[in-house]
């Protein structure tokens, strides 16, 4: 009796810790790309709760509850991978905030892989903050801010601060005031080449100012596009080493720190 008992809790505590693991596969960057296979996602929550289950109390939950708690789960490992794909979108609102100040916004490209389509600059540096993440070890580190979460918000824990909620609505506000620092150089840019040829339209009237602006003004943020690269491969990892601090804040707020 007893051991079947303490199966059942088992079994119980597989089911929570998987729920809150696929919620995590469902939102975060990478795990979450329709790029990987299901089944292989799949995969990957069976056997990260197989190696996470005998690293939290076993619970012993019946009936609604435990359906609620499967819920509850998921929605903590959902807002775990939210904030990384926060993150990430803010290369994706950058890019495509500068396509349009270069004038060609119309230019999108399709991605079936995400099932989206965007410009070109903000595919590609989707696409680089994306390759920073994995070779910075963020898959890593998302597993590890997961077994954290089991600390600061164990299995029987069903209900969530209004503090906590507040904390992620903030990141979005925090998200666009960082997509919109990244795309300033090039809006600052466009605002220069557009006052000078506004001021030479001025000088010479019988000019049209709308087609003199376009290629100049596509050439000119090309060119600073190429020379922000560096700087933008050390900010990358700066925004992913904030994004896994942000975690780690919200995971102390659940604590009631």
């Known amino acids: 009796m007893t051991l079947t008992v303490l199966l059942n809790d088992w079994v119980t505590t597989f089911v929570l810790v998987a729920a809150r693991l696929t919620g995590l596969v469902i939102s975060a960057p990478v795990l979450g790309s329709a790029y990987v296979p299901k089944m292989l996602k799949v995969a990957m929550v069976f056997l990260f709760a197989v190696a996470l289950v005998t690293t939290v109390p076993a619970v012993s939950v019946q009936g609604l509850a435990l359906g ?3 819920v ?21 609102m950058a890019g495509q905030m500068i396509t349009y100040e270069m004038g060609v916004g119309l230019a999108v490209a399709a991605n079936p ?3 989206s389509a965007g410009s070109f600059l903000s595919e590609w540096q989707t696409l680089l903050a994306t390759f ?3 070779a910075g070890g963020g898959l890593e580190l998302t ?3 997961l077994h ?17 909620i507040m904390f992620i609505v903030g990141l979005f506000q925090s998200a666009l005031m960082t997509a919109l620092l990244i795309a300033a150089p090039l809006f600052l840019c466009s605002l220069v080449v557009d006052m000078v040829i506004g001021v030479v339209s001025r000088a010479f009237p019988q000019l049209n100012a709308y087609f003199l602006s376009l290629p100049i003004n596509f050439g000119i943020s090309i060119v600073v596009i190429l020379g922000m690269l560096p700087l933008l491969m050390t900010v990358v990892p ?8 942000d975690i780690s804040r919200w995971l102390a707020i659940l604590e009631g720190h």
């Open 238 to 245: 700066n925004i992913w080493h904030t994004a896994f601090y």
């Open 143 to 145: 597993m590890t801010a």
């Open 132 to 134: 920073i993440f994995v």
């Open 148 to 164: 954290a979460s089991f600390v600061a918000l164990p299995l029987t824990h069903e209900a969530i601060s209004g503090n906590a």
């Open 72 to 92: 509850f789960q998921l929605l903590i490992g959902l807002a775990i991978g939210l904030v990384l794909a926060l993150y990430l979108s803010i290369f994706g």
């Open 68 to 70: 609620l708690g499967v």
């Open 113 to 115: 892989g995400l099932l």
